[in-house]
């Protein structure tokens, strides 16, 4: 009766939830180009609802789209693949900006035939999809062109649909950022006792009221021109495919971490950054041609003379502008140049609002300051990006933190009047603003102190390195990380989520639990599997919940994505839904096994196992399990009927 009870469970689940989800299927053509140029296309039918992501997008995502060719000789690529134009948003999931594509989506390739023989063209796609409630495992689909010599002249297959890459059309996020630091910008010594110099100006050249706002507006607009010609200039000196490297590249993301101490040092006082005085002396030698070129030059001038303060900012904002590619920098010069704009040309059409402004004094250098430790913060950022890619282990998650605490804790000590730079005025009180100030960075110091003991710190999770990047991964002086843990550490283990002990090899996995006779809750997740992430962290961390998978029962943990090579020998050829699926890689072979022994290839998906690999219960996934009451229940479930 158990076993038919079992049965009963184990075969609504697979009729209710378990389900193979093919969502995407591509068609491979070429055309010709020249006469010795074909363009290869690689188009993905998307089914309704699904969404393959694009090749451009940034670290700690989803798997992009890639293009491997694995052919040696005959040929050579033209630049590199191009896309279509991609759907661009800001996805509340990865927190970051993505770009995809739903219905359609289409690869070229321009190839360059050197060969006067035929050969083919080998290579593969290896692409990921989701839809709003799950990601599947990135596949690998293989592609064969039959090339002919150029001699012989190219196959030509009509195709319909061929495109370049172009540029996202959602920056807002960029956009937002650039304004604000605009603002910032403006609240320097370099620029804010500016305002009314420039009102004054305007108030003794203009004849008439309209004739004052007229030059305003044309000042303002000069003022947006200069910047976003500065951002044009980067984007056409480097080009898209060099901005989009600089967001990755170890070597960039080092030099921008110098190029950024050197800027805080600026703004902390040890030196200006200035630009020759010739330049700013001739750009004021041309505002007396009056007219349009005169405001012109006056705007250029401005950019010139504030450049100590506006320089180290302009500099940040093009380093993180770097990701937007082609697009990025000019989006961003045109946010930070109309908050810069805005405030001049209104004050210089309407004089009179002066009287509001707060007087120039010793919070300007004040702000200044701020800016120079918010710089040293987001300098460690860039390092770390480049120590997480050359995974050399120097700035792990505890030395960040500690940094971080270190630079906050030092501005909160700045903004109560404890510390004193250079150029500061005596502080005889401390304001409300610097007060206000204060006690957002003091509380940010004291939020990230639980860190160095292991604290997820979520406000804060997209800057320092991940969990498992850390010198103690239990946490400081904690070995063992609590009662949840387990307390002995198995050939074959590793630490997984919620520093819970976790096998990553089915067979090592189930050999463990016979020998200790407990039962094997399997986890089938990926690297880049949200809804995985969620579930470990909203669910598993829960006391019961963490107590159970540590210490109740043998956790297996397999990633389906895994992109480690099998050993020749095991690589093997099989049947997956009706296709034949090539097994050559560890994440080949956990998908090959979670598809064909539980008819589904979705994740996260839990199977609760007995020592003869049969289900105690039914499967369970993130749409039906994924509260803590629920996934409680099914481990409770999963216990009782191991132990009758």
């Known amino acids: 009766m158990k076993k038919i009870f079992i049965l009963f469970f184990t075969l609504l689940s697979v009729i ?46 989803p798997v992009p789209t890639e293009l491997t060719f694995t052919s040696e000789g005959g040929y050579s690529l033209v630049g590199n693949p191009k896309e279509g134009e991609p759907i661009e948003e800001f996805d509340p999931n990865f927190d970051m900006i993505l770009k995809y594509f739903k219905n359609e989506a289409i690869f070229t390739q321009i190839v ?68 604000i630091s605009g603002f910032a910008a403006l609240l320097t010594p370099c620029v804010f006792p500016m305002i009314p110099m420039t009102v004054s100006f305007f108030t003794k050249q203009s004849k008439t009221k309209a004739q004052g706002i007229a030059n305003a507006i044309i000042y303002g607009l000069s003022i947006i021109a200069i910047y976003v010609a500065l951002g044009v200039g980067v984007s056409s000196v480097f080009g898209a495919d060099a901005l989009n490297n600089m967001a990755t590249n170890v070597y960039f993301n080092i030099g921008f971490f110098i190029l950024l101490i050197v800027f805080a040092a600026s703004f902390l006082g040890a ?85 509001s402004l707060p007087q120039s004094g010793g919070w300007l250098n004040s ?29 792990e998650r505890e030395l960040f933190v500690a940094i971080w605490i270190m630079i906050f804790g030092l ?23 610097r007060l206000s100030a204060a006690i957002l960075t003091g509380t940010l110091t004291l939020y990230m102190i639980p860190g160095m003991w292991g604290a997820p710190l979520k406000i804060i999770n997209a800057f320092p390195p991940p969990m498992q990047y850390s010198e103690s991964p239990y946490g400081v002086g904690n070995s063992q990380g609590g009662n949840a843990i387990s307390a002995h550490e198995e050939d074959g ?56 998978l540590a210490n109740d029962v ?8 895994e992109r480690i090579d099998l050993p020749k020998e095991q690589q093997y050829e099989t049947t997956m839904a009706g296709k034949t699926k090539k097994v050559k890689t560890t994440g080949d072979k956990w998908m090959v096994l979670q598809a064909n022994s539980y008819g589904t290839n979705s994740q ?24 803590v009451d629920l996934f409680t229940d099914w481990l409770n479930r999963g216990l009782k009927e191991f132990k009758k």
Not at 25 to 52: H, M
Not at 413 to 430: E, I, Q
Request: glycine letters at 8%.
């Open 604 to 627: 996260p998906y839990y199977v609760f196992l007995n020592h003869d690999e049969e289900n105690l219960v039914e499967n369970a996934n993130f749409q039906d399990y994924g509260t």
């Open 112 to 179: 360059q035939v050197s060969s006067s023989e035929d050969f083919n063209l080998d290579g593969n796609v290896y692409f990921m999809v989701c839809d709003e409630a799950q990601c599947l495992p990135p596949e690998e689909v293989e592609f064969s062109f039959e090339i002919k010599g150029v001699d012989g002249g190219v196959i030509v297959e009509d195709t319909k649909n061929t495109s370049d890459e172009k540029e996202g059309k959602s920056m807002w996020a960029l956009f937002f950022i650039a304004f």
């Open 367 to 395: 702000v200044k300051v701020t800016l120079g430790f918010l710089e040293i913060a987001l300098a460690f950022k860039f390092l770390s990006n480049a120590d997480l890619v050359m995974q050399t282990h120097w700035l």
């Open 271 to 355: 030196f200006e950054i200035q630009l020759p005085s010739s330049w700013t002396n001739k750009s004021v030698e041309a505002e007396g041609k009056g007219g349009l070129i005169g405001i012109f030059f006056m705007a250029f001038t401005l950019a010139l003379v504030s450049f100590s303060c506006t320089g180290p900012i302009v500099g940040t904002l093009l380093v993180e502008a770097a990701s937007g590619g082609y697009m990025g920098p000019i989006i961003g010069m045109l946010g930070f140049s109309l908050a810069i704009a805005l405030p001049f040309a209104l004050f210089a059409a309407f004089p009179g609002w002066l009287n």
């Open 411 to 433: 501005l909160t000590m700045y903004l109560l009047g404890f510390l004193k730079f250079a150029h500061d005025s005596d502080l005889k009180y401390v304001s409300v603003g």
């Open 493 to 548: 283990q590793h630490l997984g989520p919620q520093g819970i002990l976790v096998f990553h090899d089915y067979d090592m996995g189930m050999a463990y639990a016979k020998k200790i006779n407990k039962p094997v809750v399997l986890d089938f997740t990926g690297h880049a599997c949200v809804n995985c992430r969620k579930m470990e962290e909203q669910v598993w961390s829960a006391a019961h919940v963490k107590n159970t």
């Open 16 to 61: 209710t939830s378990a389900q193979i989800f093919n969502p995407v299927s591509w068609d491979f053509s070429q055309k010709q180009v020249s006469d010795n140029e074909i363009e290869l296309q690689f188009k993905a039918t998307i089914d309704d609802g699904w969404y393959l992501y694009s090749q451009f997008i940034g670290d700690d995502g």
């Open 554 to 561: 043998v956790l297996i943990s397999l990633y389906v994505d």
